[in-house]
């Protein structure tokens, strides 16, 4: 598989202006703008970082320039979802995806394991999709619970967070410019734990239409709270009652209104 | 048109976390986490996520500055390290080695320290050196 | 991030004991919390100890086989029973025997500490204390036990490695044996180094008052907000005839100082840190430095050269430490090449193929056999009055890292926490009068601040907080001078405030 995604990446270095993927250097693995063939010798696959937030980066530092990018299942739903709010553009990104390992998708849980590219302009998927890994168990146990018990369960887990905005920073489609979390309007400053549960529900409030379950806020915690449990369960939700999963479909728009102009109210701007 | 990680070790607190220093055309724009360390586990708290920014604020020192009547004025290097060797030496000469004294730093390097303590001991040869370890 | 692997212990099944005067984040997390009153550690640490060794808690083989003195412990915790500990702590005697029996009934065990137990004048006799409950339960030498020091700065174990201290040489080597000495004055090619002790940081400033110390060279410090009783710090720092300081920012220390000289940042320069398990790691430069700002070991360098003195000509980090590990044993295996590893190395690192000791103590102290240190309490040495109704305790937060030269010039840490206050207690609140009011005049008997106030449980009564970040709310304008006669560490963690409403 490497090799293949090597021999790809170098001939489409002929045409663009850099590949962003993962390159092994001494002092260990980081994401990396390959520029030459002699390089790829250190690209790998391992492990996880938000490739699609480089892209994001990179494209607007250099409006002009053309990248491609060595992306899993997951970077190209996250791909997905900031195209469609203006943070990619897809005319100057080429996606070399490439499918996980089962054991990679059994430890993630992952439902959808292999990029899919659809009605990307310029895009190609490196290997052969495997199956889905196995459901959380955490969710249906989660499920299981009476509504008093959840509330305390989440009480307890939120009372470990550090308030790094990790969650946050880390995830692809987490972008505003000025942040509610940080707004004391709706959170107080300062206090640890965050108030529960306004700092936690604002965020999955804010993932409701977007989370597209690549699990880098879990992976970063450092309080080891079971983030995927919530995000899923909303996911699930959002999927049920609108139909909509996120970076499923780049063509698809999100239920929720994406600028005011969609809006469903008469906003009467002069 | 470059990007690349560059891994180093964060300056807040004994933990020791990996940073990965992102930068862009010779500017840092961002930190990430490093999984691989078996310390920091791909996770920082909030100081290391903003480790990077103080570092282009605006206070930031650029010139070395002499005290003179009326306050601190902008000298070259040569004219301050001058004026140190010469004050140094001077009370080294007039109060002996022991009425100088060097605080070495819990913030900069292993090698810094070990460079500065040399001064004080092998150059000054005074034992007074100590860092804030206790503060 | 220390306490990220805690919570992975406590997944596995491991159980937390928490006692501190402030009720902590993880404190709410443990399986047992106790509140006493801050300088009792001795008391409290002997009172556990008493219980295990009534209860047949010790772990009798390790004693018998890797320690000496137990008999003289037995005698001095003998005479702490909960009950007298629990006046004198003000911890129910129950909790502390449940909390002696957890601690002795779970193996292995480790002791985690911070400043808390270190800033007294009792330092040393509390992290002696430390030693004697791991040691009389057979935890030490065996991978998550020990007792465990979390530094609070990136580099004080460095600092410390490296002979950032007035009485050792790099690596603990100590200045007074005259072999060591002309072991040093061999390795830099010098006579006539000094072979007496140096003065501590609190003696330097001290001794600038006195005209002893005349000149001060700080690199990276800033003793103008870090030292007690910082009125006096001042005092002593301006009758100085010549101060230099280098540093990144203009500092309360820089702006005393007759030249200031630029740093780099950790961005802008290469090196190594080494963290609070030994660990050395690489910090490797990332970007330019602005201006003419120079990395700290260059401006050494050259300094050393306007001097005139040899041995500075260093092309360089990696250069330094090729020079380092020559004299210093515990690096004695140190090259950069070996530290390119994620992981970094663990002193003692002797040899160049010696893998790095992850823990202490396996199989056999350092000196031996362990020697149980028993220890007395003692009480602070400035305790509340009617003058001085309240204990004021120090200390850091999340969101900033010691004088804040670098934290409070960052947005999102400063939006966190932009101001000082001081945490009191809600019965104590009401006692003074406070009446919802917002600030306070804190005051003792070095000097007085106005701070906000924040009103909280989490804090015992009879006990402030105020953390030590701010210039313009500065705790240590109130702490006491007092130091610990062994380490030389002030009791930033007890002294006798007075709060009222402004």
Redesign the interface.
Same mark, same amino acid.
């Given at each position: 598989m490497i090799e293949a995604i090597r021999a790809r990446v170098a001939e489409k270095l002929k045409e663009l202006?850099?590949v962003?993927g993962l390159?092994r250097s %001494?002092? &260990?693995?980081?994401? @990396? #703008?390959f520029?030459t063939e002699e390089e790829l010798a250190e690209l790998v696959l391992e %492990?996880? @970082? %938000?490739m699609s937030s480089?892209v994001r980066? #990179?494209q607007k530092? *250099?409006p002009a320039?053309r990248f491609g990018v060595v992306a899993r299942g997951c970077d190209v739903r996250a791909l997905v979802e900031m195209a469609k709010r203006n943070q990619v553009d897809p005319e100057r990104l080429y996606i070399i995806g490439f499918t996980c390992t089962a054991e990679e998708a059994e430890a993630c849980h992952c439902a959808d394991p292999a990029p899919n590219v659809t009605g990307w302009p310029q895009a190609e998927v490196i290997g052969t999709p495997v199956a889905a890994g196995s459901p959380n168990p955490m969710v249906a146990e989660y499920a299981q619970m009476p509504r008093a018990e959840r509330w305390a369960f989440w009480q307890q887990q939120f009372?470990?967070c550090?308030? $790094? @905005?990790?969650c946050r920073?880390?995830c692809p489609v987490c972008f505003c410019e000025s942040c509610a979390l940080?707004d004391p309007l709706w959170v107080e400053? &300062?206090v640890?734990?965050p108030p529960f549960p306004m700092y936690h529900m604002i965020k999955a409030m804010h993932m409701s239409n977007r989370c597209v379950a690549c699990r880098q806020c879990e #992976?970063? $915690? %450092?309080? *080891?709270i079971p983030l995927t449990v919530l995000y899923d369960l909303i996911r699930q939700d959002v999927e049920n009652l609108m139909g909509y999963v996120p970076g499923a479909d780049l063509e698809a728009l999100p239920p929720v209104p994406l600028t005011l102009a969609d809006a469903p109210i008469d906003l009467d701007v002069e | 048109m470059d990007y690349k990680n560059v891994r180093t070790t964060c300056i807040y607190c004994g933990c020791g976390c990996t940073l990965n220093v992102q930068v862009a055309d010779g500017e840092v724009v961002g930190i990430l986490p490093c999984p691989e360390h078996p310390i920091s586990r791909g996770s920082l708290c909030i100081k290391g996520w903003n480790a990077a920014e103080f570092a282009t604020h605006p206070d930031r020192l650029r010139v070395p500055l002499i005290r003179r009547e009326g306050g601190f004025e902008e000298a070259s290097w040569e004219e301050a390290l001058a004026l140190v060797a010469e004050r140094l030496g001077a009370i080294r000469d007039d109060s002996g080695p022991d009425s100088i004294g060097f605080f070495t730093s819990a913030k900069c390097t292993n090698e810094e320290n070990y460079l500065l303590q040399k001064l004080a001991r092998a150059v000054i040869k005074t034992n007074n050196v100590d860092h804030c370890a206790r503060l | 991030m220390v306490a990220s692997h805690v919570l992975t212990g406590k997944e596995r099944g491991a159980k937390i004991i928490v006692i501190d005067p402030r009720e902590i984040q993880m404190s709410r997390l443990a399986d047992i919390y106790l509140r006493p009153w801050p300088g009792t550690d001795v008391a409290w640490l002997n009172g556990i100890m008493n219980v295990i060794i009534n209860e047949g808690l010790a772990d009798t083989a390790f004693v018998e086989e890797r320690t000496e003195g137990f008999d003289e412990l037995r005698q001095v915790v003998m005479e702490y029973p909960p009950e007298k500990v629990e006046q004198i702590a003000g911890i129910p005697a129950d909790g502390l025997r449940a909390a002696a029996r957890m601690y002795a009934q779970t193996k292995p065990a480790a002791i985690l500490y911070a400043m808390g137990i270190t800033q007294h004048t009792t330092g040393t006799d509390n992290v002696k204390t430390c030693a004697n409950l791991a040691m009389l339960t057979g935890n030490v030498g065996v991978p998550g036990s020990g007792v465990n020091p979390l530094r609070g700065q990136n580099n004080v174990q460095g600092a410390c490695d490296l002979g950032g201290l007035p009485n050792v040489y790099p690596g603990y080597q100590v200045v007074t044996i005259p072999d060591v000495k002309a072991k040093y004055e061999a390795a830099w090619g010098v006579e006539g180094m000094s072979g007496k002790l140096g003065l501590t940081v609190t003696e330097m400033i001290e001794a600038a008052d006195k005209g002893d110390v005349r000149a001060i060279y700080v690199m990276g410090e800033n003793p103008m907000l870090s030292d007690p009783d910082l009125n006096h710090a001042r005092h002593c720092l301006e009758a100085l005839d010549f101060l230099v300081v280098q540093d990144i920012f203009m500092t309360e220390t820089a702006a005393l100082a007759d030249v200031v000289l630029p740093g780099a940042s950790y961005l802008e320069k290469d090196g190594t840190f080494t963290n609070t398990d030994r660990r050395i790691q690489r910090v490797r430069k990332a970007v330019e430095a602005p201006g003419q700002a120079k990395a700290d070991w260059e401006i050494i360098c050259d300094l050393a050269r306007a001097m005139g003195a040899p041995g500075f000509e260093f092309a360089s980090p990696a250069a330094v430490m090729e020079e380092v590990v020559v004299t210093t044993p515990i690096y004695g295996g140190v090259s950069y090449d070996r530290l390119e590893a994620v992981e970094g190395l663990q002193w003692p690192v002797p040899t160049a193929d010696h893998p790095g000791t992850p823990y202490l103590h396996k199989g056999k102290f350092s000196r031996g056999v362990g020697k149980f240190n028993p220890v007395q309490y003692q009480a602070a040495a400035e305790l509340p009055d009617e003058e001085y109704p309240l204990i004021l305790t120090t200390g850091r937060m999340m969101f900033h890292f010691h004088t804040g030269t670098m934290t409070r010039r960052t947005e999102k840490l400063e939006q966190e926490a932009p101001e000082p206050y001081v945490e009191i207690h809600p019965d104590d609140a009401q006692r003074i009068g406070l009446n919802g009011g917002k600030r306070v005049r804190v005051s003792s008997r070095r000097g007085a601040i106005e701070v906000a106030v924040r009103v909280t449980s989490t804090i015992r009564p009879g006990v402030v907080f105020i953390p030590f970040h701010y210039v313009e709310g500065p705790a240590n304008a109130l702490t006491h001078a007092a130091l610990d006669p062994i380490a030389g560490i002030p009791e930033f963690k007890v002294c006798a405030v007075r709060v009222e409403p402004v």
């Amino acid at each position: 598989m490497i090799e293949a995604i090597r021999a790809r990446v170098a001939e489409k270095l002929k045409e663009l202006d850099g590949v962003i993927g993962l390159r092994r250097s %001494p002092e &260990g693995v980081a994401p @990396y #703008l390959f520029h030459t063939e002699e390089e790829l010798a250190e690209l790998v696959l391992e %492990p996880r @970082y %938000p490739m699609s937030s480089v892209v994001r980066l #990179l494209q607007k530092r *250099h409006p002009a320039a053309r990248f491609g990018v060595v992306a899993r299942g997951c970077d190209v739903r996250a791909l997905v979802e900031m195209a469609k709010r203006n943070q990619v553009d897809p005319e100057r990104l080429y996606i070399i995806g490439f499918t996980c390992t089962a054991e990679e998708a059994e430890a993630c849980h992952c439902a959808d394991p292999a990029p899919n590219v659809t009605g990307w302009p310029q895009a190609e998927v490196i290997g052969t999709p495997v199956a889905a890994g196995s459901p959380n168990p955490m969710v249906a146990e989660y499920a299981q619970m009476p509504r008093a018990e959840r509330w305390a369960f989440w009480q307890q887990q939120f009372k470990k967070c550090i308030k $790094c @905005y990790g969650c946050r920073n880390i995830c692809p489609v987490c972008f505003c410019e000025s942040c509610a979390l940080e707004d004391p309007l709706w959170v107080e400053p &300062g206090v640890m734990a965050p108030p529960f549960p306004m700092y936690h529900m604002i965020k999955a409030m804010h993932m409701s239409n977007r989370c597209v379950a690549c699990r880098q806020c879990e #992976l970063t $915690c %450092p309080a *080891h709270i079971p983030l995927t449990v919530l995000y899923d369960l909303i996911r699930q939700d959002v999927e049920n009652l609108m139909g909509y999963v996120p970076g499923a479909d780049l063509e698809a728009l999100p239920p929720v209104p994406l600028t005011l102009a969609d809006a469903p109210i008469d906003l009467d701007v002069e | 048109m470059d990007y690349k990680n560059v891994r180093t070790t964060c300056i807040y607190c004994g933990c020791g976390c990996t940073l990965n220093v992102q930068v862009a055309d010779g500017e840092v724009v961002g930190i990430l986490p490093c999984p691989e360390h078996p310390i920091s586990r791909g996770s920082l708290c909030i100081k290391g996520w903003n480790a990077a920014e103080f570092a282009t604020h605006p206070d930031r020192l650029r010139v070395p500055l002499i005290r003179r009547e009326g306050g601190f004025e902008e000298a070259s290097w040569e004219e301050a390290l001058a004026l140190v060797a010469e004050r140094l030496g001077a009370i080294r000469d007039d109060s002996g080695p022991d009425s100088i004294g060097f605080f070495t730093s819990a913030k900069c390097t292993n090698e810094e320290n070990y460079l500065l303590q040399k001064l004080a001991r092998a150059v000054i040869k005074t034992n007074n050196v100590d860092h804030c370890a206790r503060l | 991030m220390v306490a990220s692997h805690v919570l992975t212990g406590k997944e596995r099944g491991a159980k937390i004991i928490v006692i501190d005067p402030r009720e902590i984040q993880m404190s709410r997390l443990a399986d047992i919390y106790l509140r006493p009153w801050p300088g009792t550690d001795v008391a409290w640490l002997n009172g556990i100890m008493n219980v295990i060794i009534n209860e047949g808690l010790a772990d009798t083989a390790f004693v018998e086989e890797r320690t000496e003195g137990f008999d003289e412990l037995r005698q001095v915790v003998m005479e702490y029973p909960p009950e007298k500990v629990e006046q004198i702590a003000g911890i129910p005697a129950d909790g502390l025997r449940a909390a002696a029996r957890m601690y002795a009934q779970t193996k292995p065990a480790a002791i985690l500490y911070a400043m808390g137990i270190t800033q007294h004048t009792t330092g040393t006799d509390n992290v002696k204390t430390c030693a004697n409950l791991a040691m009389l339960t057979g935890n030490v030498g065996v991978p998550g036990s020990g007792v465990n020091p979390l530094r609070g700065q990136n580099n004080v174990q460095g600092a410390c490695d490296l002979g950032g201290l007035p009485n050792v040489y790099p690596g603990y080597q100590v200045v007074t044996i005259p072999d060591v000495k002309a072991k040093y004055e061999a390795a830099w090619g010098v006579e006539g180094m000094s072979g007496k002790l140096g003065l501590t940081v609190t003696e330097m400033i001290e001794a600038a008052d006195k005209g002893d110390v005349r000149a001060i060279y700080v690199m990276g410090e800033n003793p103008m907000l870090s030292d007690p009783d910082l009125n006096h710090a001042r005092h002593c720092l301006e009758a100085l005839d010549f101060l230099v300081v280098q540093d990144i920012f203009m500092t309360e220390t820089a702006a005393l100082a007759d030249v200031v000289l630029p740093g780099a940042s950790y961005l802008e320069k290469d090196g190594t840190f080494t963290n609070t398990d030994r660990r050395i790691q690489r910090v490797r430069k990332a970007v330019e430095a602005p201006g003419q700002a120079k990395a700290d070991w260059e401006i050494i360098c050259d300094l050393a050269r306007a001097m005139g003195a040899p041995g500075f000509e260093f092309a360089s980090p990696a250069a330094v430490m090729e020079e380092v590990v020559v004299t210093t044993p515990i690096y004695g295996g140190v090259s950069y090449d070996r530290l390119e590893a994620v992981e970094g190395l663990q002193w003692p690192v002797p040899t160049a193929d010696h893998p790095g000791t992850p823990y202490l103590h396996k199989g056999k102290f350092s000196r031996g056999v362990g020697k149980f240190n028993p220890v007395q309490y003692q009480a602070a040495a400035e305790l509340p009055d009617e003058e001085y109704p309240l204990i004021l305790t120090t200390g850091r937060m999340m969101f900033h890292f010691h004088t804040g030269t670098m934290t409070r010039r960052t947005e999102k840490l400063e939006q966190e926490a932009p101001e000082p206050y001081v945490e009191i207690h809600p019965d104590d609140a009401q006692r003074i009068g406070l009446n919802g009011g917002k600030r306070v005049r804190v005051s003792s008997r070095r000097g007085a601040i106005e701070v906000a106030v924040r009103v909280t449980s989490t804090i015992r009564p009879g006990v402030v907080f105020i953390p030590f970040h701010y210039v313009e709310g500065p705790a240590n304008a109130l702490t006491h001078a007092a130091l610990d006669p062994i380490a030389g560490i002030p009791e930033f963690k007890v002294c006798a405030v007075r709060v009222e409403p402004v």
